[in-house]
């Protein structure tokens, strides 16, 4: 990777056939911050560059695969201009993801949340540990998962997304295969890693074209609705994070309280 070792937020190798992408920000649960992100454009790249490389395997260290967007990085700008900016930022990624010609393999063994779903949900392939748990909680603070809705609703089933987009509900790798988020679920880390091994292997039989050609026939139909949609989300996802609502469901999260919605019980 291009950055110095101190500023390394990802990793970077080729193991055979695979360009292994690790997130390696345990300190902030891998939170996606700007240079994290650029960190994994910069993966990204080269894995694609690399006439070694079939398939990018994306994978974490320590016990968070990614919490989301780094709500800690200080930015230029107004309230409006900074989440406008960091939606773009997600929306970017995602696309990046679904976009490049090799195969993407998430490699889960941990927490995800908030837009650490949406790069689930824009691999092509996922596999997850026992110490895997999902959770979709933005409803709960006040906003919502607008722009990851764009990589996650064509994968879940309608009534999984109805569910977990509105409970906040957290569920585990057997349950995240059940509904479609994760291609399979592993008992242990050594089944995790046999897994893996098996789909590099698989995947290593193909030829660049063929691969490229046949993650596009399976993307096509998300990307365009990036086309459609994405405008119109990072609005959203902007008026969202910026209203009053969004400000105390932070602030309570931050202060391990209830937020003023949930503080009472409402009377009959």
């Excluded at 933005?138 to 309608?158: C, D, F, M, Q, Y």
């Excluded at 993307?219 to 969202?240: K, P, Q």
Aim: glycine residues 10%.
């Amino acid at each position: 990777m291009p950055s110095p070792a101190q500023d390394r937020l990802v990793a970077y190798r080729v193991e055979g056939r695979a360009a292994r992408i690790t997130l390696d920000s345990p300190h902030n649960r891998n939170a996606l911050s700007t240079r994290l992100v650029q960190q994994l454009h910069d993966g990204l790249r080269e894995a694609t560059a690399d006439p070694r490389v079939r398939v990018v395997v994306l994978d974490h260290t320590g016990g968070t695969f990614c919490a989301g967007a780094d709500l800690a990085e200080a930015s230029g700008g107004t309230p409006e201009e900074i989440a406008t900016g960091r939606a773009q930022e997600m929306t970017t990624l995602l696309r990046a993801l679904l976009e490049c010609p090799r195969p993407v393999i998430g490699v889960i063994d941990g927490h995800v949340r908030a837009g650490g779903m949406g790069l689930v949900g824009a691999c092509d392939l996922v596999l997850a540990g026992p110490k895997s748990t999902f959770g979709l909680t933005e409803a709960r603070i006040g906003v919502a998962p607008a722009i990851i809705s764009l990589t996650l609703l064509p994968k879940l089933t309608a009534r999984a997304a109805g569910r977990f987009f509105l409970t906040g509900e957290t569920f585990t790798a057997a349950t995240a295969a059940e509904v479609g988020l994760i291609t399979a679920a592993a008992d242990s880390p050594e089944g995790l890693q046999t897994a893996l091994d098996e789909l590099v292997a698989a995947l290593g039989k193909g030829s660049p074209q063929g691969l490229a050609a046949s993650k596009a026939l399976t993307t096509a139909s998300i990307l365009a609705g990036f086309d459609r949609d994405a405008t119109r989300l990072t609005a959203e996802s902007a008026r969202l994070f910026t209203s009053p609502e969004a400000h105390e469901g932070m602030l309570a999260f931050l202060q391990k309280r209830s937020p003023s919605w949930a503080a009472d019980t409402p009377e009959d």
